[in-house]
């Protein structure tokens, strides 16, 4: 079946500090990721879907200058958190979908637990 | 814009059988996905629905109504490792995303 792996599983660093999470595609070309974000007890929320060779296109309200995402090749897509601080703690979690069927389900990465002290 | 509606929370039974809701609301609709999550994971596929009807895989079933805007997942024979958060996910083309419910927290007790 179809994996995404997600790096790292969790992150704890200092407020001020910028953070990247990959995202790859282990057994499948994704020319499209996902990147949602998940506070506890709610469901998840779409920051920005990731398109291989070009600009991320993002969701309303999340600011492009603070997630930065750069989707390089078709097996990977990179999130990284510009300057985090406390109120960007939260579960990311990244999805892929194979390009050919836009059908076809997501399949999630294993998430992501960014704390920010 | 797009609204999905599902309960917060539901409790059953071990061995029972439990239905869970999902209306929505969106243009362009292409079909509707089910998801489980366990507290502190990621979600994992469940059912993808495209055409009217009942799909049964295993003790799951999905049921579509796309005229209603309705879908159901069934769970029979309840385990007690069920006990998760399931998500009902609506893909539209009109948007050409996949929009999240807030999800449903089955609680199975014995």
């Known amino acids: 079946g179809a994996v995404v792996s997600q790096h790292p599983s969790r992150v704890i660093c200092k407020s001020g500090t910028s953070v990247k999470i990959e995202c790859r595609s282990l057994?499948?070309?994704?020319?499209?990721m996902f990147w949602y974000r998940q506070f506890p007890k709610q469901s998840l929320m779409l920051m920005a879907t990731?398109?291989?060779?070009?600009?991320?296109?993002?969701e309303q309200g999340v600011e492009k200058d603070k997630f930065l995402i750069n989707h390089a090749s078709l097996t990977l897509s990179t999130l990284t958190v510009t300057s985090a601080h406390p109120e960007d703690s939260s579960f990311y979690i990244c999805?892929?979908?194979?390009?050919?069927?836009?059908?076809?389900?997501?399949?999630f990465g294993d998430g992501t637990r960014l704390s920010i002290l | 814009g797009q609204n999905i509606d599902q309960p917060t929370e539901m409790t059953a039974t071990e061995g029972a059988i439990v239905q869970i809701n999902c209306t929505y609301q969106?243009?362009?609709?292409?079909?509707l996905f089910w998801y489980q999550q366990h507290a502190g994971e990621a979600p994992t596929f469940l059912s993808y629905?495209?055409?009217?009807g009942l799909e049964e895989k295993g003790r799951f079933s999905s049921f579509l109504s796309r005229s209603k805007g309705y879908s159901y997942l069934l769970l029979k024979e309840l385990q007690m490792k069920d006990s998760a958060s399931y998500l009902c996910a609506v893909y539209s083309g009109g948007y050409q995303k996949v929009t999240f419910g807030t999800g449903t927290k089955l609680q199975v007790i014995p």
């Open positions: 999805s892929a979908r194979k390009s050919t069927d836009s059908n076809q389900p997501q399949h």
């Open positions: 969106t243009s362009g609709f292409n079909g």
């Open positions: 629905n495209v055409l009217d």
């Open positions: 990731s398109n291989e060779g070009s600009k991320a296109t993002y």
């Open positions: 057994d499948f070309q994704a020319t499209t």
